[in-house]
C-alpha cells in the first residue's frame, strides 16, 4: 500500500532537513520509490537539495493562465493533467523523485496552486510507495487539506513550548477538519542539545496523552553543510542527525526493534 508522510510544525524547527534525512533514510535502506513532495512556495528543500526551482506546479498553473491552449490540452486533451504534471515538474533526484509547489507569480492567492498541490499530491503519490511532503510552517495546509489523504502526521517540535503548543494546535485542525482518514500521529523532538530543558514540554504532551516517537540531537554537520550550500542527503551515516533518523525510522516503519527497549530508551535520553 502506498504511504503518505507529511512532516509539519513550527517555522524553522527543521521541518525541510527531516523531509530530506527521512527521504535519505528511505532511498538508502529500502528499494521504495520515494516522491519528495516541497510543499513550502518558498521551495527551501528544492534549494537545499540543488534542484531545479522553475520546474514547479504553480509555473504549470501560470503556463495554463497565460495560455488557454496549454489549459485546453492538459484538461481536455489526450493527456491527463496526471501526465502533465509527472512530464512538467517531476525531477529526478536519483532515488527519489521531487515534486514542488513553488510560489505565484507576483502577488497573488495561493489557493489554487494548493488545489493543484492537492490534486498533485493524489494523483501522482499514486505510483510511489512513499510520498513525503514536506509543508508549509504552521497549521495553513493542513487547514487547506492540501494533506488530507495522508496516513502518517510527523509533527516536529523543539525544546520550547511554543513549538508543542503549535503541534498541538496543528494535531487538532488535522483531527477536526484537516485529514479526512484515521492517521498515525508521531511527534519528533529534533535540534536538542545536551543542556536542553525538557521537563515541561513532556509534562505538556503527557498531559495530551503523547509520547515523543524520537530524537534528533542538534547537529553540527547539518550547520556545516547549510552553510557551504552542500545537500544534506550527502551527510556521512556517522552524522548524530542521520544516525537518530535512521533508528526512529527503522523503528516506525521497519519495526526491527523491541517496542518496550525503544521506550525505555527514549526516556533515558529526555
Ligand atoms: N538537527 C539539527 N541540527 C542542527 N541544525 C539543524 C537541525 N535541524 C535543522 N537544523 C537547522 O535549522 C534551520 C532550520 O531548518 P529547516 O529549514 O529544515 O526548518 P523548517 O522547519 O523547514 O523551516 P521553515 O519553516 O522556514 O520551512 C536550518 O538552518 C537547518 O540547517
Ligand atoms: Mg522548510
Given at each position: 500500500m502506498p504511504k503518505i508522510i507529511a512532516v509539519s510544525g513550527k517555522g524553522g524547527i527543521g521541518k525541510s532537513t527531516l523531509a530530506a534525512l527521512i527521504t535519505k533514510f528511505f532511498s538508502e535502506n529500502t528499494d521504495k520509490k520515494i516522491l519528495l513532495v516541497d510543499a513550502d512556495p518558498s521551495i527551501s528543500l528544492t534549494l537545499m537539495l540543488g534542484m531545479d526551482p522553475l520546474k514547479t506546479l504553480s509555473n504549470l498553473r501560470e503556463k495554463f493562465v497565460t495560455s488557454a491552449e496549454a489549459a485546453q490540452e492538459a484538461m481536455f486533451g489526450d493527456k491527463h493533467i496526471r501526465d502533465t504534471i509527472y512530464d512538467e515538474c517531476l525531477q529526478n533526484g536519483g532515488r527519489f523523485n521531487l515534486l514542488a509547489m513553488g510560489r505565484p507569480e507576483?502577488?497573488?492567492?495561493f489557493c489554487s496552486v494548493n488545489e493543484l498541490l492537492r490534486y498533485g499530491i493524489e494523483s501522482v503519490s499514486k505510483n510511489f510507495d512513499i510520498t513525503i511532503i514536506d509543508c508549509e510552517a504552521g497549521p495553513e495546509q493542513v487547514n487547506r487539506r492540501v494533506t488530507k489523504s495522508i496516513d502518517d502526521l510527523i509533527l516536529v517540535i523543539e525544546p520550547t513550548v511554543r513549538s508543542v503548543q503549535t503541534a498541538l494546535y496543528i494535531k487538532k485542525v488535522a483531527e477536526t477538519y484537516g485529514v479526512q482518514k484515521s492517521f498515525s500521529l508521531h511527534i519528533i523532538l529534533n535540534k536538542?542539545?545536551?543542556?536542553?530543558?525538557?521537563k515541561n514540554i513532556k509534562s505538556i504532551l503527557s498531559s495530551e496523552g503523547i509520547k515523543i516517537s524520537g530524537i534528533v540531537p542538534l547537529d553540527e554537520n547539518i550547520a556545516e553543510y547549510d552553510s557551504i550550500g552542500k545537500?544534506?542527503?550527502?551527510?556521512?551515516?556517522?552524522?548524530p542527525s542521520v544516525k537518530a533518523v535512521g533508528e526512529i525510522f527503522t523503528f516506525l516503519y521497519l519495526q526491527k526493534e523491541v517496542n518496550f527497549v525503544r521506550e525505555r530508551e527514549l526516556d533515558q535520553q529526555i
Open positions: 507576483g502577488p497573488g492567492c536538542i542539545g545536551k543542556h536542553d530543558r525538557t545537500s544534506i542527503l550527502d551527510l556521512s551515516h556517522e552524522s
